[in-house]
Nanobody, 125 residues
Framework: QVQLVESGGGLVQVGGSLRLSCSVT????????MAWFCQAPGKEREFVAN????????YRADYVKGRFSVSRDTNKNTVYLQMNSLEPEDTAVYYC??????????????????WGQGTQVTVSS
């Protein structure tokens, strides 16, 4: 069994920064493709960024390019989402997800088998 625990969310003003962390526990001898998704009230869950199981490939959604970056520390079994220049539109619950089935990290939520409980990010104007 795999558990994902997000942390680092909170309230921040426009233009501020946050760093989200996702800690993977349980069956950590397997490396996973990891991703971040977000979901605002009344909206569908949306892809934010992903990182391959070996850390050699990352991809970010267009609306966060230049502002967010994703990385992983395999030794710590942790994935990070660095969020800079935050905007009110970034307000959402951010979820970490893991997939061990594919050789590449997907941008589709349904492709991820494991999910964290989410962490709230609120950007005030």
């Amino acid at each position: 069994q795999v558990q994902l625990v997000e942390s680092g969310g909170g309230l921040v003003q426009v233009g501020g920064s946050l760093r989200l962390s996702c800690s993977v526990t349980g069956r950590t001898n397997t490396l996973y493709n990891m991703a971040w998704f977000c979901q605002a009230p009344g909206k569908e869950r949306e892809f934010v960024a992903n990182v391959a199981w070996n850390g050699e490939f990352t991809y970010r959604a267009d609306y966060v390019k230049g502002r967010f970056s994703v990385s992983r520390d395999t030794n710590k079994n942790t994935v990070y989402l660095q969020m800079n220049s935050l905007e009110p539109e970034d307000t959402a619950v951010y979820y970490c997800a893991a997939d061990q089935q594919r050789s590449y990290p997907s941008r589709v939520a349904a492709d991820y088998e494991y999910w964290g409980q989410g962490t709230q990010v609120t950007v005030s104007s």
